[in-house]
Protein backbone atom coordinates (compact mmCIF):
# COMPACT_ATOMS: atom_id res chain seq x y z
CA UNK A 1 0.00 0.00 0.00
CA UNK A 2 1.01 3.27 -0.98
CA UNK A 3 -0.22 6.79 0.51
CA UNK A 4 -0.13 10.23 -1.23
CA UNK A 5 -0.84 13.60 0.07
CA UNK A 6 -0.31 16.79 -1.46
CA UNK A 7 0.46 20.25 -0.46
CA UNK A 8 1.51 23.80 -1.69
CA UNK A 9 -1.60 24.75 -3.73
CA UNK A 10 -3.26 28.42 -3.03
CA UNK A 11 -4.17 31.40 -4.87
CA UNK A 12 -1.69 33.04 -7.26
CA UNK A 13 -2.04 35.67 -9.64
CA UNK A 14 -1.41 34.90 -13.51
CA UNK A 15 2.50 34.94 -14.18
CA UNK A 16 3.48 33.63 -10.38
CA UNK A 17 4.68 30.28 -9.38
CA UNK A 18 3.57 28.10 -7.03
CA UNK A 19 5.58 24.47 -5.98
CA UNK A 20 3.69 21.23 -5.25
CA UNK A 21 4.24 18.83 -3.09
CA UNK A 22 3.45 14.79 -3.13
CA UNK A 23 4.94 12.85 0.35
CA UNK A 24 4.61 9.47 -0.55
CA UNK A 25 4.52 6.47 2.44
CA UNK A 26 4.14 3.31 2.78
CA UNK A 27 5.92 0.84 0.62
CA UNK A 28 7.35 3.60 -1.46
CA UNK A 29 10.32 1.67 -2.89
CA UNK A 30 7.44 -0.23 -5.32
CA UNK A 31 6.12 3.06 -6.82
CA UNK A 32 7.31 2.95 -10.27
CA UNK A 33 6.67 6.06 -11.30
CA UNK A 34 4.76 9.22 -9.91
CA UNK A 35 2.52 11.61 -11.80
CA UNK A 36 0.70 15.03 -11.16
CA UNK A 37 -2.90 15.45 -13.35
CA UNK A 38 -5.27 17.80 -12.95
CA UNK A 39 -9.17 18.77 -13.16
CA UNK A 40 -10.75 21.78 -13.77
CA UNK A 41 -14.61 22.04 -13.45
CA UNK A 42 -16.39 20.26 -15.88
CA UNK A 43 -13.68 18.75 -17.51
CA UNK A 44 -12.16 15.70 -17.05
CA UNK A 45 -8.85 14.84 -14.96
CA UNK A 46 -5.55 14.99 -17.22
CA UNK A 47 -2.29 14.09 -17.36
CA UNK A 48 0.40 17.34 -16.24
CA UNK A 49 3.64 15.89 -15.33
CA UNK A 50 5.09 12.49 -14.56
CA UNK A 51 8.45 10.99 -13.06
CA UNK A 52 9.92 7.65 -13.22
CA UNK A 53 11.23 5.76 -10.73
CA UNK A 54 14.43 6.52 -12.80
CA UNK A 55 14.15 10.12 -12.98
CA UNK A 56 13.08 10.59 -16.33
CA UNK A 57 10.23 13.45 -16.61
CA UNK A 58 7.47 13.85 -19.40
CA UNK A 59 5.35 16.90 -19.14
CA UNK A 60 1.94 17.89 -20.97
CA UNK A 61 2.82 20.28 -24.13
CA UNK A 62 0.58 22.79 -22.07
CA UNK A 63 2.95 23.19 -19.33
CA UNK A 64 6.19 22.44 -21.42
CA UNK A 65 8.90 24.93 -19.99
CA UNK A 66 7.00 26.07 -17.43
CA UNK A 67 6.33 23.18 -15.43
CA UNK A 68 9.23 21.23 -13.86
CA UNK A 69 8.97 17.85 -11.83
CA UNK A 70 11.61 16.20 -9.53
CA UNK A 71 11.97 14.19 -6.66
CA UNK A 72 13.97 13.60 -3.39
CA UNK A 73 13.96 9.94 -2.92
CA UNK A 74 15.43 10.72 0.96
CA UNK A 75 11.85 12.02 1.47
CA UNK A 76 10.18 10.58 -0.17
CA UNK A 77 8.86 13.26 -2.12
CA UNK A 78 8.12 14.50 -5.73
CA UNK A 79 7.23 17.84 -6.36
CA UNK A 80 5.86 19.91 -9.16
CA UNK A 81 7.46 23.50 -9.72
CA UNK A 82 4.92 25.89 -11.66
CA UNK A 83 6.04 29.30 -13.06
CA UNK A 84 4.52 31.60 -15.32
CA UNK A 85 1.07 29.96 -13.83
CA UNK A 86 -2.04 31.23 -16.07
CA UNK A 87 -5.71 31.34 -15.13
CA UNK A 88 -6.46 28.14 -17.58
CA UNK A 89 -3.89 25.87 -15.03
CA UNK A 90 -6.44 26.38 -12.21
CA UNK A 91 -7.93 22.94 -11.55
CA UNK A 92 -7.56 20.52 -8.49
CA UNK A 93 -4.20 18.99 -9.05
CA UNK A 94 -3.83 15.36 -8.05
CA UNK A 95 -0.94 12.85 -7.38
CA UNK A 96 -1.18 9.62 -8.88
CA UNK A 97 1.32 7.19 -8.07
CA UNK A 98 1.73 3.46 -10.25
CA UNK A 99 3.00 0.54 -8.79
CA UNK A 100 3.42 -2.68 -11.47
CA UNK A 101 3.53 -5.83 -9.27
CA UNK A 102 3.19 -9.51 -11.61
CA UNK A 103 1.32 -7.54 -14.20
CA UNK A 104 -0.89 -5.92 -12.84
CA UNK A 105 -1.49 -2.09 -12.73
CA UNK A 106 -1.91 -0.74 -9.32
CA UNK A 107 -3.00 3.21 -8.85
CA UNK A 108 -2.88 5.49 -5.94
CA UNK A 109 -4.44 9.10 -5.76
CA UNK A 110 -3.86 11.57 -3.06
CA UNK A 111 -6.82 14.02 -2.15
CA UNK A 112 -5.72 17.02 -4.24
CA UNK A 113 -5.08 20.04 -3.90
CA UNK A 114 -6.61 22.98 -5.01
CA UNK A 115 -4.83 25.70 -7.22
CA UNK A 116 -6.41 28.62 -8.53
CA UNK A 117 -4.55 31.25 -11.01
CA UNK A 118 -6.40 34.81 -10.79
CA UNK A 119 -6.23 36.92 -14.12
Known amino acids: QVQLVESGGGLVPAGGSLRLSCAASGSTFSLNAIDWYRQAPGQERALVAGISSGGSSNYADSVKGRFTTSRDSAKSTVYLQMNTLKPEDTAVYYC?????????????WGQGTQVTVSS
Open 96 to 108: HGLVVRGGVKYHY
